[in-house]
């Protein structure tokens, strides 16, 4: 699947692209009838949500079940991240991130260059972050927040700063400060990624984003993967490889019909 040049445009403007209801409803039920079991299991690579129990990450999905494996090898996914990119591509990170109804938690304001550089020096921020709504995002369920053209506010070389949180969610971040957010939004606005299950979205490492809390009954779940080029793979090694991965093989599309076959 290729993006048109007006995409190509809309994503270098904005730093982010939205493309409601590229899967349709039969291929996301057939990855939404995964979960249950995935997320019942009792791993490390599920983390859970500081006030409680419940899932917030199920993470390295693709190495735990088949339909994720090739989830992550489907060419609405993968193409467009090799277009955006130069060269071939591994598998940085692949989970889905829930917010259940009522108590998932917020994701603080952050990029995540700050966290990929930080924590596995990644030499540039290239990487590209796809999703996969798995259910609706609405404006009351934690859906994601964007700040269009943060990608290109930082300060020339110099990144805006970030410092690591350990304390405001079961998931340590490197977030932005407020002050500096503020600064951002006053330029360019925030723009809430709302859409059907099935709706891809696509935002790079200088991308400013965050999301509340899911205060509503609706559940979000969004499938994730960040597809890095094997030229920029990460140079430290200090997080575990279900947070980073280290199959720095070549990641290569599977045909368009690959979740059908099993929707059937
Ligand atoms: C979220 O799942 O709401 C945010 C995750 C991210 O930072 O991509
Ligand atoms: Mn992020």
Redesign the pocket.
């Known amino acids: 699947m290729k993006l048109t040049d007006a995409q190509l445009e809309q994503f270098d403007r904005d730093g982010f692209l939205i493309l409601p209801s590229l899967f349709d409803p039969k291929e996301v039920e057939a990855i939404n009838a995964e979960l249950p079991a995935l997320f019942a299991e009792d791993r490390v690579d599920n983390v859970r949500e500081k006030g409680g129990g419940i899932v917030r990450?199920a993470m390295n999905l693709h190495a735990r079940n088949d339909v994720f494996a090739k989830l992550v090898r489907h060419p609405r996914l993968l193409e467009p991240a090799l277009q955006i990119l130069d060269g071939d591509v591994y598998l940085q990170q692949v989970k889905v991130?829930?917010?259940e109804a009522y108590t998932?938690e917020?994701?603080q304001w952050?990029y995540?260059f700050a966290h990929h550089h930080n924590e596995d020096g990644n030499p540039l921020p290239l990487a590209l972050?796809v999703?996969l709504f798995l259910d609706e995002c609405n404006p009351f369920n934690?859906?994601?927040w964007f700040i269009p053209g943060s990608h290109k506010a930082h300060d020339g070389r110099n990144l805006a700063k970030s410092a690591l949180d350990t304390e405001t969610t079961s998931y340590e971040?490197w977030t932005v400060d407020h002050e500096t957010v503020g600064r951002m939004i006053e330029a360019g606005g925030i723009v809430p990624a709302h859409g059907p299950a099935g709706t891809v979205l696509i935002?790079g490492e200088l991308m400013v984003?965050?999301?509340p809390n899911n205060m509503s009954p609706w559940p979000?779940h969004?499938f994730?993967t960040i597809y890095n080029p094997i030229s920029n793979r990460q140079t430290t090694f200090k997080r575990p490889d279900w947070q980073h991965g280290r199959d720095f093989t070549p990641t290569r599309p599977l045909p368009d019909d690959c979740l059908r076959e099993r929707a059937a």
Do not use: E, P, Y
């Open positions: 990450t991130n829930a917010k998932g917020i994701w952050h995540d972050n999703h934690g859906a994601l971040l935002f984003h965050g999301s979000r969004i994730s």
